[in-house]
């Protein structure tokens, strides 16, 4: 008996995490790294170093596997191309993977699906965001369609003559994405999976916060979220999956509006296992990175329901401590109920190293619940007690 091999693009912390899940199936994954010490080196055996821009080394890499899959949306989609055209089973595929790439074919097809999207437009220059913004209002939005993350990529543009200090974004990058600011309440992300015979499902509509454009906290489900716009949020990012052809693990990252149209606007894809949907590796039956695998094998997809009635994940970044590890007796004995996950990465200031999960008994207990995974992840990055309860330990 033989069991597939899976080869990631992408040697970050989610190739890293898909890694246990790969074990315990039996599976073989292997990883395309960037360099010999990126997150996911030491949780696979076989991780060769070559460049996602490199279409022979992606070829190379291919060799031997069952299924080829991604740690991020960035390989050039005409590689995509070459590779399946060469045999290669590439799940998700370019046609798919590209919404996830290019913000601008992203919206087109969110409107030809008739989706909630915000107002926008492809813009070529300043003039035409000038336009745009005089049309909908100040301030716009203004985004790189292609190569953006976590906060990257993104400046607010507040009046034309502020638009006219966006001229450098044009001689790198045109045409760029020009959004309406939506006005909103909270973010919500809405996570699914699919398989390339059709079987789909959905975990629960989840509240994220957003420091600085990047994901700090999950609360899963999303609290006091009308019952009709979380059906709606979960249908809409199902029928993304469905009518794009989307394999593997899919994250439509949602703003609430409230009373405006079905109470929410599509902000942006990822189609991989994504940081909104953490929380499922010790909050829900089939944790996103299992079902990741499961999904673009095209196996039976597994069970999305949460263990508690409530999960919190929360980030955390780089600080001033430098020895992780050190923190872990203080972190650990904190909370004992506390899930620690470490990405094995170089501590360096706003840097995602890791996340703290923490599943409650009842939604009552939510803001303590909240306070101690906080408190968990504040303590590995800052490698001492919080200020609060620093009385307390000494007491």
């Not at 060799?63 to 998700?92: S, W």
């Not at 894809?269 to 089939?286: C, E, F, I, K, Y």
């Not at 899930?339 to 170089?346: D, F, I, L, R, T």
């Amino acid at each position: 008996m033989t069991f597939p091999v899976i080869g990631v693009v992408g040697g970050g912390q989610l190739a890293r995490m898909m890694a246990p899940a790969a074990t315990a199936l039996g599976f073989e994954l292997r990883v395309l790294a960037e360099g010999e010490d990126v997150s996911a080196v030491n949780a696979v055996a076989t991780a060769p170093v070559g460049d996602y821009k490199d279409l022979d080394a992606l070829l190379e890499f291919s060799k031997g596997l069952d299924v080829l899959t991604f740690d991020h949306e960035h390989v050039p989609t005409e590689h995509l191309r070459a590779l399946q055209a060469a045999g290669v089973n590439v799940q998700p595929g370019p046609d798919a993977l590209v919404n996830a790439q290019d913000k601008l074919v992203m919206r087109a097809a969110i409107d030809r699906l008739g989706l909630p999207n915000p107002a926008w437009a492809a813009v070529h220059g300043v003039e035409e965001l000038v336009a745009f913004g005089d049309r909908i209002g100040w301030p716009v939005v203004l985004k790189t369609p292609r190569g953006g993350y976590d906060g990257k990529g993104v400046r607010i543009v507040d009046s034309p003559e502020d638009a006219r200090s966006a001229a450098d974004w044009f001689e790198a990058m045109s045409p760029l994405l020009a959004e309406a600011k939506v006005e909103f309440s909270r973010e919500l992300s809405a996570l699914v999976a699919r398989t390339p015979g059709g079987e789909s499902r959905a975990w629960p509509v989840v509240h994220t916060v957003q420091v600085d454009g990047v994901c700090d906290e999950v609360i899963a489900p999303a609290q006091d979220i009308p019952l009709e716009v979380a059906a709606a949020a979960e249908e809409a990012a199902l029928r993304i999956a469905n009518e794009l052809g989307v394999t593997g693990v899919m994250a439509a990252e949602l703003f609430e509006t409230p009373g405006v149209g079905v109470g929410f606007l599509i902000n942006e894809l990822a189609m991989r296992p994504h940081n909104t949907g953490h929380w499922t590796q010790d909050g829900s039956v089939t944790s996103q990175f299992e079902q990741h695998l499961r999904a673009v094998l095209n196996l039976p997809l597994g069970a999305t329901d949460a263990l508690g009635p409530v999960v919190v994940m929360k980030n955390f970044l780089g600080g001033d401590n430098q020895d992780l590890f050190a923190a872990y007796p203080m972190a650990l004995s904190f909370e004992p109920s506390a899930k620690v996950h470490c990405y094995g990465k170089s501590v360096r200031p706003g840097r995602k190293i890791g996340h703290v999960n923490l599943v409650g008994a009842s939604v009552a207990e939510l803001d303590s619940i909240r306070s101690r995974a906080t408190a968990v992840a504040d303590i590995i990055r800052d490698g001492r007690m919080p200020a609060a309860n620093t009385s307390e330990e000494t007491a």
